[in-house]
């Protein structure tokens, strides 16, 4: 049974009233386009030590083999632009952690849109995701008509910047139609991400070289920073912006209205030295349900201890 432009449309205004701010809709399929591509990537060793991006290469590159009978991915996606950021005497965080884990907020607003879609046409199969599994989100984002590809590799809309989370429904939902894939490249002849780098982690043909990323090193990388790297993290302790804080795109961002993601009452007002005095109570308090746990307490004291060296 194929689901009607109607159908499809209700769809659509019920992920805009749940948050999302835009929805696309794509034919499930291989993706042939990004599979040399990403062999590449990993061949060349750009993943460093994220090895689980060797994992499941088929079905990062195949939604129908991580949902059986899957015929659609419907990408979604969620700003996370604060209203307000942290002093500038401060060691920093990426905006999209500030609040409380994305993943868990995310996940319950696309189980509402799957219950929404079931009470409308019915019993569908399918998962939900966000960044939580083996997908190429952002290509999938551009298939659907979500925004293009900008020169750092994050998904870009024209009206919206680039600072917001990417989600997906991967179901057995088969549509009437689907949405055209984002072609236009709107970069121009930008460099400003490139530029900015301050690693020299974005080569010029849209490629990153995660092992050279400040988010890699801060987040990722478990073992001790290398000493080459020293004096190159911008005071970043936790993730990067530089590449989207350049971007002339962003100037049309504009705050969040989600509640989930407001920071700490402390978070955005302390300074340097309250960061290298934080204790493992404090770290527990400020991040509690935070995507920085991922760190932990010990991670973030390395990263801290580096930056201050």
Not at 48 to 77: C, Q, W
Not at 86 to 114: C, E, M, P
Not at 135 to 146: D, F, P, S, T, V
Request: hydrophobic residues 35%; positive net charge; contains cysteine.
């Amino acid at each position: 049974m194929k689901i009607n432009n109607l159908k499809k449309e209700k769809i659509r205004q019920k992920a805009f009233s749940l948050g999302f701010n835009n929805i696309g809709f794509a034919k499930a399929g291989f993706l042939s386009e990004e599979a040399p591509r990403f062999e590449e990537w990993l061949q060349k060793g750009y993943h460093g030590k994220m090895h689980y991006m060797e994992n499941h290469f088929d079905k990062r590159l195949d939604p129908t083999k991580l949902v059986e009978g899957a015929k659609s991915v419907i990408s979604l996606s969620f700003n996370y632009y604060p209203a307000k950021k942290q002093i500038k005497d401060s060691y920093k965080i990426a905006k999209y952690a500030y609040g409380k884990d994305y993943h868990f907020n995310i996940k319950d607003k696309l189980r509402a849109l799957v219950n929404y879609i079931q009470t409308e046409i019915g019993t569908i199969e399918g998962r939900v995701f966000t960044d939580s599994a083996p997908i190429l989100e952002r290509a999938w984002a551009r298939k659907a008509g979500i925004g293009w590809e900008g020169k750092h590799s994050l998904i870009i809309q024209k009206n919206k910047g680039s600072f917001f989370f990417l989600a997906e429904i991967i179901s057995d939902i088969d549509f009437e139609s689907y949405d055209t894939p984002f072609a236009t490249d709107h970069c121009g002849k930008c460099t400003n991400c490139i530029d900015a780098c301050p690693t020299e982690a974005i080569l010029p043909n849209k490629t990153i070289k995660a092992n050279q990323c400040i988010s890699y090193f801060t987040i990722e990388l478990k073992d001790e920073l290398p000493l080459n790297m020293k004096g190159k993290f911008d005071d970043w302790m936790f993730g990067c912006d530089v590449c989207q804080d350049v971007c002339p795109w962003n100037k049309f961002s504009f705050p969040h209205q989600e509640t989930f993601f407001d920071p700490h009452p402390d978070l955005l007002n302390m300074t340097k030295q309250d960061w290298e005095e934080i204790t493992e109570e404090v770290f527990r308090d400020i991040f509690k349900k935070s995507a920085v746990k991922r760190t932990k307490y010990s991670g973030l004291k390395r990263n801290i201890n580096f930056l201050k060296e």
